[in-house]
């Protein structure tokens, strides 16, 4: 059975199988095309297109169109209401799985059963627990969540031959960013650090263009009613992602902006879009020196590579502005396939490991490449390598405020599981106590960081989960609490805390809320019905 990789990107994506020459192969959909737009067009009550249609669909009915919907996974509070249904970002990403699944089993012939699905690095708990969902709304049984960069490094790393490195992979995509330092050894894939924004991409340089052209147009014909058209900005949006892609070739483009009869002609230079887009690469530059900086810290020295990711480093500015800045030759690497194919890889080496767990691992080689239809030494190589990743924000306990009343109620937070730990982390234990007299109850609560930069200010950080140890006799005050953070491979948080003068102890498992398992099923039973 093939387990597939899905890169679910912001603005595309597509899916891959290692095929049975041992290389990754993209399949494409019914355009032909190995891209996909992640857009989605709720059409009628009874149908939902996925990808280029969709996409053109928002030059006519924008209020109907879904696009960038990655930027809203793990976000709880939002819905798409569409002829009276709801959707959530999870089921919105799951028309665009099932679309993926569909062609993938078309070209194959194979169910699509198992997947690999890529997240940002950056990516805290709750996105990731999203994609995860979105999976399942889709009819997936999702094998594995991997970082964009880890997954690119796995492809770079099996075209590079075994020769050891540090990397810095530069993942600009079409709406997430993210640096990520790696290691190479012995074909070993190790993470560093990582360090990025998933409000940043390709999308926001879209935007300067779009209201670079409405500004234009709108200054030319200001009676037109074009400002106030939602239309006329959507179809200003597909112009734009055009237009920025032929400025990575050009010198120069001029476009024919139209709305209601209305006509402009507007010359765009590159030199002009550099102007208009250059705090966001310099946004970019400052999260790559600070990524930088902190792999200094942990040891990791300057890297050897820089590796650029995601469409949006086609854009001559970037390898440009990193060269001059890092000092490094940039290596651009299959940017727009690079994640899909290092994502169908690590779902191959998670499969195997599944396979050979239980089996001796000389014979099981063998077999377990017959079964799953590559070659022997694909598997060999995959069997010997070793993945690891690291926690990629920092997660603490609540506690109360420095120098303040604990009447107030003004807390803070102490991390204890600190960003760029390697996963599985080890058992993280700090003593605690009680901050009034008499307490028969101690609240404890979970945070996990949501700033760019780790900071003990409640306003910075998340609350994701929440425990009550109660019943206690009265306490006095210091009374002496433990509490231990750990997180497995799969990014499970688990927190123990206990009362050490009764013993009494609670497990706070942290898995983030959001759809229960019946609206996971209602969910499905939509998307099933529609897709």
């Known amino acids: 059975m093939t387990t597939f990789g899905i890169d679910l990107g912001t603005t595309y994506s597509c899916i891959s199988y290692v095929g049975d020459d041992g290389d990754p192969v993209i399949v494409r959909n019914d355009e032909g095309q190995e891209l996909t737009p992640s857009v989605v067009y709720f059409e009628t009550p009874h149908n939902v297109i ?23 996974m793990g976000s709880q509070d939002i819905e798409f209401d569409f002829d009276g249904v709801s959707y959530t970002p999870e089921s919105v990403s799951a028309f665009i799985l099932r679309d993926l699944a569909r062609s993938a089993r078309k070209a194959t012939g194979a169910e699509v059963t198992d997947a690999v699905i890529t997240v ?63 290691r190479l050894h012995g074909g070993d894939v190790t993470v ?15 935007d300067r263009i779009v209201t670079y052209l409405s500004e234009c147009f709108v200054a030319a ?8 058209s939602e239309t006329f900005l959507q179809g200003l949006g597909l112009i734009a992602e055009d237009l920025k892609k032929s400025l990575s070739s050009r010198a120069a ?63 001559p500015a970037v390898a440009r502005k990193l060269r001059d800045a890092l000092g490094l030759e940039p290596l651009v690497h ?49 069997v010997a390598k070793k993945v690891t990743i690291v926690v990629p924000r920092a997660f603490g306990v609540g506690v ?52 760019a930069e780790v900071s003990h200010l409640v306003e910075y950080n998340k609350q994701i989960g929440e425990g009550l140890i109660e019943r206690l006799p009265l306490l006095p005050k210091k009374s002496p609490i433990d509490i231990t953070f750990a997180m497995d491979e799969a990014g499970l948080l688990t927190v123990d805390a206990r009362e050490l003068k009764t013993g009494q102890k609670i497990r706070i498992e942290v898995r983030i809320g959001g759809l229960d398992d019946r609206r996971v099923k209602q969910a499905r039973d939509a998307v099933t019905r529609l897709a």
């Not at 996925?50 to 809203?72: C, F, M, P, T, Y």
């Not at 014909?221 to 106030?228: E, K, R, V, Y």
């Not at 990791?300 to 995601?310: E, F, H, K, S």
Request: include cysteine.
């Open 120 to 182: 940002p690095a950056y990516f805290g708990l709750s996105e990731r627990h999203a994609t995860q969902l979105a999976g399942e709304i889709a009819g997936l049984t999702v094998v594995g969540v991997v970082p964009e960069p880890v997954a690119a490094a796995l492809h770079y790393g099996a075209l590079s031959g075994a020769e050891d490195r540090t990397i810095l992979v530069y993942d600009l995509g079409g709406g997430t960013f993210d640096t990520t330092v790696i």
């Open 334 to 382: 299959d940017p727009h396939l690079a994640v899909a194919k290092g994502a169908a890889m690590f779902a191959l080496h998670k499969t195997i490991r599944v396979r050979l767990a239980d089996s001796d691992e000389t014979v099981g080689v063998k077999a377990t490449a017959e079964a799953l239809g590559v070659p022997e030494k694909t598997v060999g190589g995959l």
């Open 221 to 228: 014909h200001p009676d037109a009613g074009a400002a106030d």
């Open 50 to 72: 996925v990808g280029e249609q969709a996409k053109d669909a928002a030059k006519s009915d924008a209020e109907r169109v879904v696009s960038l919907i990655k930027r809203r």
């Open 253 to 315: 483009k001029r476009q024919l902006v139209q709305y209601g009869g209305a006509k402009l002609n507007v010359d765009l230079t590159r030199e002009t879009f550099e102007e208009l887009t250059a705090d966001l690469l310099n946004r970019t530059l400052e999260i790559t020196t600070r990524t930088l900086r902190v792999a200094e810290e942990l040891g990791a020295g300057r890297p050897d590579t820089l590796l650029l990711v995601g469409g949006s480093t086609s854009m």
């Open 192 to 206: 560093v650090c990582t360090d990025g924004d998933h409000q940043l991409g390709g999308a926001d340089w879209d």
């Open 400 to 451: 109360v405020a420095r120098d303040t009343d604990p009447e107030d109620g003004k807390i803070e937070v102490r991390h204890l599981l600190e960003a760029n730990t390697p996963l599985p982390s080890p058992k993280i234990t700090e003593q605690f106590f009680t901050a009034v007299s008499d307490q028969t109850s101690i609240h404890i609560t979970i945070w996990e960081q949501a700033g």
